[in-house]
């Protein structure tokens, strides 16, 4: 929904009147989480949840459109104004199972023991539908401090759920902030815990991790906690990327990739990824000398970032060499080549139809290249004469 000035509905205005709809059935609803604590920083929110004593049935009740997308734990998801809201019901965890899990959850109706299950004060913070923030675990002066610090006993937090050490290393990262003194000798005494978390967890806060723009005090805290070396083999990736300038996500990827092979097990990378990764790969080498091909190859914001991370690091000027290739390109995909395959086959009958390709690829970069017009005529003379020449 837009605003009357035509902009969209500020997502923490939407989440506040999804508190008042709840209250006025009569339970408890509060923003809660990094919604909270990035609005008092004065960071931009991109995803607010909501903890509530509503139960997920009284939320269907309330929002026949929230979706159950994790009923058993209490939280459904709501689309409003755009935006999307995860409402959850205060909870308890039970007992932890291997170092991530609890065994069983119980739904609460008291905040204050739904705060409690949470990781970091700063974490926990709540804010009502008028807008008041307010704080029951001190996230609040922990805040102020620029402090991470578990809430309760960090040995025993980290113990419950060990993905919790990286996120502390997460937050490091986004905010900027210290961790706390205890917090941080526990993640010294029980850092290899994390070797429990599934792995998919862990890439998931490990790729935030690698999307903000300052890493390298928190790399440098990784490696002298010796976080680093109880992280798989990534101690070696994370070592070479402290000698680089900030990059950005895709650029960091590469450089780990370099040391770390993400193609063999634990990790386990979407394919989407592992494709960047290599095409990434092909491109570093291809743009040493750049050829027009690459264009109608690869995909077009991937080569800019290739161009950008070899500026950055070794080869002034490139990011000008690519946009005076890619502004003087005759063609900008292979179908804009002026005869097609099926053409070629019904022109020379190649008997090996392996041919029909690798003749568009020789005028492609013919026409690339300069050295014939893209005009069907000309095209097929050209061919013509290649083949004549390869069968001699
Ligand atoms: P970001 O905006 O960077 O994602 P966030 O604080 O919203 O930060 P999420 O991972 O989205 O982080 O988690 C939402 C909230 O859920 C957290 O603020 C915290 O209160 C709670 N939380 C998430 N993961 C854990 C965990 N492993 N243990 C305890 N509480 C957690
Ligand atoms: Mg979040």
Request: aromatic share 8%.
């Amino acid at each position: 929904m837009y605003n009357k000035c035509g902009e969209k509905m500020d997502i923490l205005e939407s989440g506040k009147a999804i508190l008042k709809t709840i209250e006025a059935a009569s339970f408890e609803a509060f923003l809660v989480g990094g919604a909270v604590r990035d609005f008092v920083l004065g960071l931009d929110v991109q995803d607010v949840d909501i903890t509530t004593s509503a139960t997920p049935d009284d939320i269907t009740r309330l929002f026949p459109k929230a979706i159950p997308t994790g009923k058993a734990f209490g939280t459904m998801t709501l689309i409003k104004d755009g935006h999307t809201f995860e409402i959850t019901t205060y909870r308890q965890d039970g007992t932890y199972i291997n170092h991530r899990k609890p065994e069983s959850i119980k739904f609460s109706k008291d905040v204050e023991e739904d705060l409690k299950r949470r990781d970091f004060t700063i974490n926990a913070l709540l804010m009502n539908a008028s807008g008041k923030v307010i704080d029951l675990l001190g996230g609040f002066n922990d805040l102020d401090a620029g402090l991470i610090r578990t809430i309760g006993d960090p040995a025993e937090r980290f113990n419950e759920d060990a993905l919790r050490l990286l996120r502390a290393f997460r937050f490091h990262a986004k905010l900027g902030f210290h961790i706390e003194e205890h917090t941080l000798n526990a993640i010294q005494k029980n850092g290899s815990l994390i070797q429990k978390v599934s792995i998919e967890r862990i890439q998931s806060e490990a790729e935030k991790m690698l999307s903000y723009p300052v890493l390298k005090p928190t790399i440098q805290l990784m490696l002298d906690t010796k976080f680093a070396n109880a992280l798989f083999n990534i101690q070696p990736g994370l070592e070479a990327l402290l000698n680089y300038p900030e990059l950005t996500k895709v650029e960091r990827l590469y450089v780990l990739s370099n040391h770390v092979d993400f193609t063999q097990a634990p990790w386990r990378l979407s394919k989407k990824t592992l494709k960047k990764l290599t095409h990434f790969k092909e491109l570093y080498k291809a743009l040493d000398t750049p050829h027009p091909r690459i264009f109608l190859q690869y995909d077009r914001e991937l080569i800019y970032d290739v161009a950008h991370f070899l500026e950055k690091t070794e080869q002034p000027r490139k990011i000008k060499t690519i946009e005076a290739i890619e502004n003087a390109l005759v063609i900008k995909q292979s179908k804009d080549l002026d005869v097609s395959g099926k053409e070629l086959d019904t022109q020379f009958h190649f008997s090996d139809k392996s041919m029909i390709k690798k003749t568009l690829n020789v005028l492609i970069d013919a026409v690339l290249e300069g050295r014939v017009d893209n005009h069907k005529p000309s095209l097929l003379n050209y061919a013509a004469k290649s083949l004549e020449r390869s069968a001699e």
